[in-house]
């Protein structure tokens, strides 16, 4: 057990530092911070979904500054092309054969601002690197660099020259937050912060990629015990059977709701995954998955409503 407590250690030192550094630019979101930080650690990808100006494109950029690492930022437009994401093949005069070009995706940290901008055809692109950690581009295919994560924002309400994310593109992300209007005192503290700057100009790296690779490694051989897997599984299962959704949630997502879990238990400084853990994570891993039901929607529901009576439905293990 002494190299699974040293990772844990290490863990602790690294995302003490990280969000010391990220709560030094997003004031009074130390919750939405630590789910970024689960998604990190579980290798997942983040969907940060608000209204304009409450800081999801800050909180992506200082998540990627704390990392020192490849960081690409994608402005999604309607007129971006799925090559200027994955790459494009071009002919060199000199050599008389093709080169591949990568594109902006080639990176650790991809961030994606305003993604419901772009058209269904470009958010596509996404798919394969988000899920196989690869592009495949006139029948060659290129690794992406490790680690590697996507945090992409979008308004939720403005929908005035924008595209909707279909089912299997939220299905890629690990998991959605939502940044809220700050307090009365943490918007004092920003103003006083950030009004003669950007504060993000003063982050410096805590880590590196390859100890970000190794804190995942140590997060995938925390001890999951087979009665949780049956919970996530009874979980998962209940969100199909509910007469409140449409759409439940897919066999991915139980897989993802159990990777965040045991990064959430690895924050907490367990070796073991705990109910709780999982409970944790279920609105912000499941909700984005899930369509409710016409019934759900005209009383008024939310995703988050019903996950949480699903939560409390499903008999907890011993």
């Known amino acids: 057990m002494a190299g699974s407590e040293t990772g844990l250690d290490q863990l602790h030192t690294v995302t003490a530092d990280t969000r010391r550094a990220m709560t030094s630019v997003i004031e009074g979101k130390d919750g939405v911070v630590r789910t970024a930080l689960t998604v990190l650690l579980a290798g997942g990808h983040l969907l940060i979904e608000d209204v304009p100006g409450v800081g999801k494109t800050m909180l992506a950029k200082a998540l990627a500054r704390t990392v020192d690492s490849t960081v690409h930022r994608i402005q999604f437009t309607p007129d971006l092309l799925p090559s200027d994401i994955t790459g494009i093949n071009v002919f060199n005069q000199d050599s008389h054969s093709f080169e591949f070009r990568p594109g902006a995706v080639f990176a650790n940290v991809v961030v994606g601002d305003e993604i419901n901008r772009a058209s269904p055809k470009t958010q596509s692109a996404l798919l394969e690197a988000m899920e196989e ?186």
């Not at 998991?175 to 809220?180: E, H, I, P, Q, T």
């Not at 400084?269 to 039901?293: K, M, T």
Request: hydrophobic share 40%; no cysteine; glycine share 6%.
């Open 133 to 318: 950690h690869q592009v495949t581009v006139d029948g060659r295919t290129f690794a992406l660099p490790e680690p590697f994560m996507v945090m992409a924002t979008q308004n939720p309400f403005e929908m005035e020259g924008t595209y909707p994310l279909p089912e299997a593109q939220r299905d890629r992300f690990m998991a959605r937050v939502s940044m809220g209007y700050p307090d009365a005192e943490a918007e004092l503290r920003m103003l006083a912060s950030h009004g003669s700057g950007s504060p993000l100009d003063a982050l410096e790296p805590v880590t590196s990629t390859a100890t970000v690779s190794n804190l995942i490694r140590t997060v995938e051989q925390l001890y999951t015990a087979p009665s949780l897997h049956r919970y996530v599984v009874d979980l998962v299962t209940a969100t199909r059977e509910s007469r409140h959704l449409r759409l439940g949630a897919s066999p991915r997502a139980g897989l993802q709701l159990l990777r965040a879990a045991r990064a959430h238990a690895a924050l907490e400084g367990r070796e073991h995954v705990l109910p709780d853990d999982v409970q944790h994570l279920v609105g912000p891993v499941l909700a984005h998955r899930v369509i409710l039901s016409g019934e759900a929607e005209l009383a008024g529901a939310s995703a988050d409503e019903v996950l949480r009576s699903i939560v409390e439905s499903v008999p907890v293990p011993g």
